[in-house]
Nanobody, 125 residues
Framework: QVQPVESGGGLVQAGGSLRLSCAASGRTFSSDVMGWFRQPPGKEREFVAAITWGGGITYYADSVKGRFTISRENAKNTVYLQMNSLRPEDTAVYYC??????????????????WGQGTQVTVSS
């Protein structure tokens, strides 16, 4: 089983940038989908971005399109989330997750099989 581990969260001012990393321990497969989700205080977990491990196809939530970029580095079994032009509403705990075959809907948390422990991102105004 693949276990994701997030890192890179922190406190940043509005307009700033952060890069989150997700290291996947264990063997990954080209059919895996790696996703980033976030959970703002008092709200439900929501989809942020996803990438297919093999083909590198990317998906984004409308709220982050043009500001966030998801990428992968296969040699390091690591997925990144580059977050630019951060806003206070981006404040949340960010989670990395793995969706293994047969797979599900990339934007639904219930489709994912393994989750990291989360990393806090706080954007001050």
């Amino acid at each position: 089983q693949v276990q994701p581990v997030e890192s890179g969260g922190g406190l940043v001012q509005a307009g700033g940038s952060l890069r989150l990393s997700c290291a996947a321990s264990g063997r990954t497969f080209s059919s895996d989908v790696m996703g980033w989700f976030r959970q703002p205080p008092g709200k439900e977990r929501e989809f942020v971005a996803a990438i297919t491990w093999g083909g590198g196809i990317t998906y984004y939530a409308d709220s982050v399109k043009g500001r966030f970029t998801i990428s992968r580095e296969n040699a390091k079994n690591t997925v990144y989330l580059q977050m630019n032009s951060l806003r206070p509403e981006d404040t949340a705990v960010y989670y990395c997750a793995v969706d293994r075959p047969p797979g599900g809907t990339y934007y639904e948390p219930k489709s994912y099989d393994s989750w990291g422990q989360g990393t806090q991102v706080t954007v001050s105004s």
